[in-house]
């Protein structure tokens, strides 16, 4: 629990440090473009100061030459340059279409009007006047998305980097997870056999025989538990199975090895008494007993436990409820990872199992449906219906 929580502190430190760099980006840029902008005005005021001095008519050839050199300096800023009535009497650096040239300036014209950059007046006089309007720059435009653009970049690269991290992570994990498994399968083997002959040789000597059945019957669950974890890792056959005969099977093995105050209920309309899923039934009861477990542990062994059978869409659902201490909201996808436990000497491995089961090897789902601290919690399980 101490290992996710710093987790999510992590995430929320990388998620603020992100921020941070975005905004310090935006902000620089900001400012790095506003000043261009101002650049760019007292450009376009110069070049409308050298437009007015062209009209001269006692300007001499070397300043005539310095005039012309200033306004053909401008290669990026578009202009346009208009009377009173707004008729276009020159342009430049737009990319002017062949077709309707004359629509086109004006489109321009009133989108530079609406822009607010303008008009700057050259008096050419005699009372004559022209008025040069004018728009930001193509580098300047490519400016002001630099920061959106590269923080995209940065959040595609890193989100690549996750997702191939993860899924590195997750293969490793498979790998173990299936190595343990069948290792413990191998484990529990040997002494398993073992136990069988002596039940034989305990049922020939004089003891009752109800211990010795119960006995019996704790030692072919050690033989479901071997069989199941050496079904991990390996392709599970999915056979129909009816899902009520199977969970009262299940309860009545878990009722008498959970508290006595612990109560468990199936309900399902008569409709549903013939409901068949598609699962590995060894696999498929091992979810349904760590459930229970869960159940029981969050109940402090006083409660009640409830499966509701239903359909959601084209799948079956099996809805496990419990009275007990309920789960945060914060903790409720979180559980299901390993490692997670509320218990001083917990694994946090049971719940990372059931998904396991549910999802990779039954192609289901499983989360928390609704839970309320204080009032308890409902798992759904969706599974194709066989």
């Given at each position: 629990m101490e290992l996710y929580s710093r987790k999510r502190w992590w995430k929320f430190f990388l998620m603020a440090g992100a921020f941070f760099i975005g905004a310090a980006s935006l902000y620089y840029t900001n400012r790095l473009t506003s000043k261009l902008r101002q650049e760019e005005t007292r450009k376009m005021e110069l070049w409308a100061k050298a437009n007015r001095h062209i009209a001269r008519p006692d300007l001499d050839e070397q300043s005539l030459e310095l005039v012309f050199e200033i306004i053909q300096n401008n290669t990026t800023v578009p202009l346009i340059i208009a009377d009173e009535k707004d008729t276009i009497l020159f342009h430049r650096n737009l990319d002017v279409p062949e077709k309707k040239e004359q629509a086109y300036l004006q489109r321009e014209l009133q989108k530079m009007k609406e822009g607010g950059r303008g008009p700057i007046v050259i008096e050419l006089g005699y009372g004559q006047n022209q008025y040069l309007y004018y728009d930001d720059s193509s580098i300047l435009n490519q400016l002001r998305w630099f920061p959106i653009v590269q923080l995209v970049v940065v959040i595609l690269f890193v989100l690549l980097a996750y997702w191939a991290f993860s899924s590195a992570r997750r293969r490793e994990q498979d790998q173990v997870w299936v190595g343990m498994a069948k290792e413990t399968a191998h484990q529990l083997g040997t002494p398993t056999s073992s136990l069988l002959g002596w039940i034989e040789v305990l049922s020939m000597k004089n003891i009752e025989k109800s211990l010795v059945d119960e006995m019996r019957y704790?030692?072919?669950?050690?033989?479901?538990?071997?069989?199941?974890?050496?079904?991990?890792?390996?392709?599970?056959?999915?056979?129909?199975?009816?899902?009520?005969?199977?969970?009262?099977?299940?309860?009545?093995?878990?009722?008498?090895?959970?508290?006595?105050?612990?109560?468990?209920?199936?309900?399902?309309?008569?409709?549903?008494?013939?409901?068949?899923?598609?699962?590995?039934?060894?696999?498929?009861?091992?979810?349904?007993?760590?459930?229970?477990?869960?159940?029981?542990?969050?109940?402090?062994?006083?409660?009640?436990?409830?499966?509701?059978?239903?359909?959601?869409?084209?799948?079956?659902?099996?809805?496990?409820?419990?009275?007990?201490?309920?789960?945060?909201?914060?903790?409720?996808?979180?559980?299901?990872?390993?490692?997670?436990?509320?218990?001083?000497?917990?694994?946090?491995?049971?719940?990372?199992?059931?998904?396991r089961i549910v999802e990779d090897y039954h192609n289901g789902r499983i989360f928390v449906k609704e839970s309320t601290p204080g009032k308890g919690t409902t798992f759904r399980i969706l599974v194709d219906e066989g």
């Open positions: 704790d030692i072919q669950r050690l033989q479901i538990i071997t069989d199941r974890f050496s079904k991990i890792g390996s392709k599970p056959d999915l056979q129909p199975v009816n899902v009520g005969d199977m969970l009262h099977e299940v309860i009545g093995y878990i009722e008498h090895r959970i508290s006595s105050g612990v109560r468990i209920e199936v309900n399902a309309d008569d409709s549903l008494s013939e409901l068949k899923i598609l699962v590995n039934r060894p696999l498929f009861e091992w979810v349904v007993e760590n459930l229970c477990k869960n159940a029981a542990d969050a109940m402090h062994g006083k409660g009640t436990i409830s499966f509701n059978l239903g359909y959601q869409n084209s799948q079956v659902y099996i809805d496990v409820s419990d009275t007990g201490k309920g789960i945060p909201r914060k903790y409720q996808k979180t559980i299901f990872k390993p490692g997670y436990t509320t218990k001083k000497r917990g694994w946090g491995l049971g719940l990372t199992l059931v998904r």
